[in-house]
T-cell receptor, first 112, second 115 residues
Framework: AQSVAQPEDQVNVAEGNPLTVKCTYS??????LFWYVQYPNRGLQFLLK??????LVKGSYGFEAEFNKSQTSFHLKKPSALVSDSALYFC??????????FGAGTQVVVTP | EAGVVQSPRYKIIEKKQPVAFWCNPI?????LYWYLQNLGQGPELLIR????????DSQLPKDRFSAERLKGVDSTLKIQPAELGDSAVYLC?????????????FGPGTRLTVL
Protein backbone atom coordinates (compact mmCIF):
# COMPACT_ATOMS: atom_id res chain seq x y z
CA ALA A 1 0.00 0.00 0.00
CA GLN A 2 1.17 3.49 -0.73
CA SER A 3 1.33 6.28 1.81
CA VAL A 4 2.82 9.65 2.60
CA ALA A 5 3.95 11.07 5.90
CA GLN A 6 4.18 14.68 6.92
CA PRO A 7 6.24 14.60 10.11
CA GLU A 8 5.48 18.15 11.24
CA ASP A 9 2.02 19.20 12.39
CA GLN A 10 3.05 22.86 12.19
CA VAL A 11 5.88 24.89 10.75
CA ASN A 12 6.54 28.40 11.97
CA VAL A 13 8.64 30.80 9.92
CA ALA A 14 9.22 34.54 9.82
CA GLU A 15 8.24 36.43 6.71
CA GLY A 16 11.13 36.61 4.26
CA ASN A 17 12.78 33.45 5.56
CA PRO A 18 12.96 30.18 3.62
CA LEU A 19 10.06 27.80 4.09
CA THR A 20 10.32 24.00 3.97
CA VAL A 21 7.46 21.56 4.47
CA LYS A 22 8.54 17.95 4.69
CA CYS A 23 7.00 14.91 3.06
CA THR A 24 8.17 11.32 2.78
CA TYR A 25 6.48 8.62 0.77
CA SER A 26 6.19 4.88 0.53
CA UNK A 27 5.14 3.28 -2.75
CA UNK A 28 5.69 0.17 -4.76
CA UNK A 29 6.73 1.28 -8.20
CA UNK A 30 7.15 4.79 -9.52
CA UNK A 31 5.92 7.58 -7.26
CA UNK A 32 3.52 10.21 -8.53
CA LEU A 33 3.57 13.00 -5.97
CA PHE A 34 1.52 16.13 -5.46
CA TRP A 35 1.36 19.14 -3.17
CA TYR A 36 -1.88 20.94 -2.39
CA VAL A 37 -2.64 23.95 -0.20
CA GLN A 38 -5.85 24.62 1.70
CA TYR A 39 -6.91 28.02 2.95
CA PRO A 40 -9.62 28.31 5.64
CA ASN A 41 -13.09 27.36 4.43
CA ARG A 42 -11.83 26.67 0.95
CA GLY A 43 -11.08 23.60 -1.08
CA LEU A 44 -7.63 22.30 -1.84
CA GLN A 45 -5.61 24.12 -4.48
CA PHE A 46 -3.01 22.35 -6.60
CA LEU A 47 0.57 23.62 -6.21
CA LEU A 48 2.77 21.20 -8.14
CA LYS A 49 3.38 17.59 -9.08
CA UNK A 50 6.20 15.18 -9.80
CA UNK A 51 5.57 12.51 -12.40
CA UNK A 52 8.96 11.99 -13.97
CA UNK A 53 12.00 13.97 -15.11
CA UNK A 54 13.79 16.76 -13.30
CA UNK A 55 13.97 16.26 -9.55
CA LEU A 56 13.29 19.95 -8.92
CA VAL A 57 9.71 20.80 -9.72
CA LYS A 58 8.48 24.39 -9.89
CA GLY A 59 4.90 25.22 -9.12
CA SER A 60 2.45 27.98 -8.34
CA TYR A 61 3.00 31.02 -6.11
CA GLY A 62 6.81 30.62 -6.07
CA PHE A 63 6.78 27.15 -4.56
CA GLU A 64 9.03 24.34 -5.64
CA ALA A 65 9.63 20.80 -4.48
CA GLU A 66 12.61 18.50 -4.59
CA PHE A 67 12.11 14.83 -5.34
CA ASN A 68 14.73 12.62 -3.68
CA LYS A 69 14.42 8.97 -4.58
CA SER A 70 17.11 7.69 -2.22
CA GLN A 71 15.52 9.42 0.75
CA THR A 72 11.94 8.84 -0.51
CA SER A 73 11.19 12.48 0.12
CA PHE A 74 9.33 15.24 -1.68
CA HIS A 75 9.83 18.38 0.38
CA LEU A 76 8.05 21.59 -0.51
CA LYS A 77 10.11 24.76 -0.46
CA LYS A 78 9.81 28.49 -0.93
CA PRO A 79 12.87 30.76 -0.80
CA SER A 80 11.11 33.68 0.87
CA ALA A 81 7.86 33.10 2.77
CA LEU A 82 4.96 35.56 2.80
CA VAL A 83 2.33 36.05 5.49
CA SER A 84 -0.23 35.05 2.85
CA ASP A 85 1.45 31.61 2.62
CA SER A 86 -0.04 30.75 6.01
CA ALA A 87 -2.28 27.78 5.28
CA LEU A 88 -2.59 24.00 5.53
CA TYR A 89 -0.36 22.06 3.15
CA PHE A 90 -0.97 18.50 2.01
CA CYS A 91 1.37 16.08 0.32
CA UNK A 92 -0.25 13.28 -1.69
CA UNK A 93 0.79 10.21 -3.63
CA UNK A 94 -1.20 8.90 -6.57
CA UNK A 95 -1.69 5.31 -7.62
CA UNK A 96 -1.98 4.10 -11.18
CA UNK A 97 -5.78 4.39 -11.08
CA UNK A 98 -5.94 8.04 -10.08
CA UNK A 99 -6.52 7.61 -6.37
CA UNK A 100 -4.75 10.19 -4.20
CA UNK A 101 -3.53 9.24 -0.73
CA PHE A 102 -3.07 12.40 1.33
CA GLY A 103 -0.86 13.06 4.30
CA ALA A 104 -2.30 14.48 7.50
CA GLY A 105 -1.27 17.99 6.56
CA THR A 106 1.16 20.58 7.89
CA GLN A 107 -0.04 23.94 9.17
CA VAL A 108 2.27 26.72 8.05
CA VAL A 109 2.32 29.91 10.10
CA VAL A 110 4.25 32.85 8.69
CA THR A 111 4.70 35.73 11.10
CA PRO A 112 5.35 39.32 10.01
CA GLU B 1 -13.40 29.07 -16.28
CA ALA B 2 -15.72 28.20 -13.42
CA GLY B 3 -14.34 25.88 -10.78
CA VAL B 4 -15.95 22.93 -9.07
CA VAL B 5 -19.23 24.01 -7.53
CA GLN B 6 -20.67 22.43 -4.41
CA SER B 7 -23.84 23.07 -2.48
CA PRO B 8 -24.79 23.62 0.18
CA ARG B 9 -21.66 25.05 1.79
CA TYR B 10 -22.91 24.30 5.28
CA LYS B 11 -25.52 21.89 6.59
CA ILE B 12 -26.68 21.21 10.11
CA ILE B 13 -28.98 18.28 10.73
CA GLU B 14 -30.05 16.05 13.56
CA LYS B 15 -28.86 12.46 13.69
CA LYS B 16 -30.92 9.92 11.81
CA GLN B 17 -32.00 12.55 9.27
CA PRO B 18 -31.08 12.24 5.59
CA VAL B 19 -28.79 14.72 3.85
CA ALA B 20 -27.61 15.24 0.29
CA PHE B 21 -24.71 17.11 -1.24
CA TRP B 22 -24.47 18.28 -4.82
CA CYS B 23 -21.43 18.77 -7.02
CA ASN B 24 -20.98 20.29 -10.47
CA PRO B 25 -17.52 19.55 -11.85
CA ILE B 26 -15.47 21.65 -14.20
CA UNK B 27 -16.88 21.50 -17.70
CA UNK B 28 -15.34 18.71 -19.71
CA UNK B 29 -13.92 16.84 -16.74
CA UNK B 30 -14.81 13.17 -17.04
CA UNK B 31 -13.52 12.08 -13.65
CA LEU B 32 -15.28 13.08 -10.45
CA TYR B 33 -14.28 12.32 -6.88
CA TRP B 34 -15.98 12.59 -3.51
CA TYR B 35 -13.71 12.93 -0.48
CA LEU B 36 -14.33 13.02 3.25
CA GLN B 37 -12.15 15.34 5.32
CA ASN B 38 -12.21 15.09 9.08
CA LEU B 39 -10.89 17.93 11.18
CA GLY B 40 -7.10 17.98 11.23
CA GLN B 41 -6.75 15.23 8.65
CA GLY B 42 -6.19 14.88 4.95
CA PRO B 43 -9.04 14.06 2.58
CA GLU B 44 -9.98 10.41 2.13
CA LEU B 45 -11.53 9.14 -1.07
CA LEU B 46 -15.11 7.90 -0.83
CA ILE B 47 -15.90 7.26 -4.48
CA ARG B 48 -14.53 7.98 -7.95
CA UNK B 49 -16.52 8.22 -11.16
CA UNK B 50 -15.34 7.90 -14.72
CA UNK B 51 -18.18 9.54 -16.62
CA UNK B 52 -21.29 7.96 -15.07
CA UNK B 53 -19.58 4.78 -13.87
CA UNK B 54 -18.41 4.39 -10.28
CA UNK B 55 -15.00 2.80 -10.77
CA UNK B 56 -13.82 2.91 -7.16
CA ASP B 57 -16.33 2.90 -4.31
CA SER B 58 -14.40 0.61 -1.99
CA GLN B 59 -14.25 3.25 0.77
CA LEU B 60 -17.92 4.23 0.59
CA PRO B 61 -19.95 2.96 3.59
CA LYS B 62 -22.71 1.51 1.51
CA ASP B 63 -25.08 0.83 4.38
CA ARG B 64 -25.80 4.55 4.71
CA PHE B 65 -23.99 6.35 1.91
CA SER B 66 -24.99 6.43 -1.74
CA ALA B 67 -23.90 8.44 -4.73
CA GLU B 68 -24.94 8.94 -8.28
CA ARG B 69 -23.69 10.75 -11.34
CA LEU B 70 -26.46 10.77 -13.87
CA LYS B 71 -25.47 11.74 -17.41
CA GLY B 72 -21.82 11.87 -16.35
CA VAL B 73 -21.86 15.48 -15.20
CA ASP B 74 -23.36 16.54 -11.85
CA SER B 75 -23.15 14.23 -8.89
CA THR B 76 -25.05 13.80 -5.64
CA LEU B 77 -23.78 12.19 -2.45
CA LYS B 78 -26.40 11.10 0.07
CA ILE B 79 -26.29 9.95 3.66
CA GLN B 80 -29.31 8.21 5.15
CA PRO B 81 -29.51 8.12 8.07
CA ALA B 82 -26.79 10.47 9.28
CA GLU B 83 -24.82 9.66 12.41
CA LEU B 84 -22.88 11.91 14.76
CA GLY B 85 -19.59 10.60 13.34
CA ASP B 86 -20.50 11.82 9.88
CA SER B 87 -19.76 15.39 10.89
CA ALA B 88 -16.98 16.42 8.52
CA VAL B 89 -16.26 18.32 5.33
CA TYR B 90 -17.29 16.60 2.12
CA LEU B 91 -15.16 17.61 -0.83
CA CYS B 92 -15.84 17.11 -4.49
CA UNK B 93 -13.05 17.16 -7.06
CA UNK B 94 -12.75 16.64 -10.78
CA UNK B 95 -10.03 16.01 -13.31
CA UNK B 96 -9.89 15.70 -17.06
CA UNK B 97 -8.57 12.15 -17.31
CA UNK B 98 -7.53 10.03 -14.35
CA UNK B 99 -5.01 8.15 -16.42
CA UNK B 100 -3.09 11.24 -17.45
CA UNK B 101 -1.76 12.15 -14.00
CA UNK B 102 -3.63 15.42 -14.23
CA UNK B 103 -4.20 17.31 -11.06
CA UNK B 104 -7.57 17.22 -9.37
CA UNK B 105 -9.48 20.45 -8.90
CA PHE B 106 -11.38 20.70 -5.65
CA GLY B 107 -14.58 22.46 -4.74
CA PRO B 108 -14.95 24.46 -1.51
CA GLY B 109 -16.62 21.55 0.27
CA THR B 110 -19.77 21.08 2.31
CA ARG B 111 -19.32 21.27 6.05
CA LEU B 112 -21.77 18.86 7.68
CA THR B 113 -22.64 19.06 11.35
CA VAL B 114 -24.76 16.25 12.80
CA LEU B 115 -26.34 17.04 16.17
Amino acid sequence: AQSVAQPEDQVNVAEGNPLTVKCTYSVSGNPYLFWYVQYPNRGLQFLLKYITGDNLVKGSYGFEAEFNKSQTSFHLKKPSALVSDSALYFCAVRDGWGKLQFGAGTQVVVTP
Amino acid sequence: EAGVVQSPRYKIIEKKQPVAFWCNPISGHNTLYWYLQNLGQGPELLIRYENEEAVDDSQLPKDRFSAERLKGVDSTLKIQPAELGDSAVYLCASSSLAGDYNEQFFGPGTRLTVL
